[in-house]
């Protein structure tokens, strides 16, 4: 069983930076393609990036390009995925979930793995 830790979240004003980081209890999350979603009330959990195994392809979807970065690191002990955040807009506030995938997903369904989320709050 894959366990997924979300840190990093908090409050920041509008135009501030945040990184998250997602720690996975498990080595063989190097085989997964991971996701960093986020979901605000009454609203459905949505993809935001997306980084295949490797670390050679990503996704992000349109609201974050050039703003957002998501990356990997599995040389550590504990194999950890980043998001960091610049050019922080209220309209980001969401909790984000890592989740972890055998496919390089886009859709919330395709992910097998969860964290239990960090709540990000931006203030205008």
């Known amino acids: 069983q894959v366990q997924l830790v979300e840190s990093g979240g908090g409050l920041v004003q509008a135009g501030g930076s945040l990184r998250l980081s997602c720690a996975a209890s498990?080595?063989?999350?190097?085989?997964?393609?991971m996701g960093w979603f986020r979901q605000t009330t009454g609203k459905e959990r949505a993809l935001v990036a997306a980084?295949?195994?490797?670390?050679?392809?990503?996704?992000?979807t349109d609201s974050v390009k050039g703003r957002f970065t998501i990356s990997r690191d599995d040389a550590k002990k504990m194999n950890t995925v980043y998001l960091q955040m610049n050019s922080l807009k209220p309209e980001d506030t969401a909790v984000y979930y890592c989740?972890?995938?055998?496919?390089?997903?886009?859709?919330?369904?395709?992910?097998?793995?969860w964290g239990q989320g960090t709540q990000v709050t931006v203030s205008s």
């Open positions: 980084i295949n195994w490797s670390g050679g392809s990503t996704y992000y």
């Open positions: 989740a972890a995938s055998r496919s390089f997903a886009v859709t919330r369904d395709e992910y097998d793995y």
């Open positions: 498990e080595r063989t999350l190097r085989r997964y393609n």
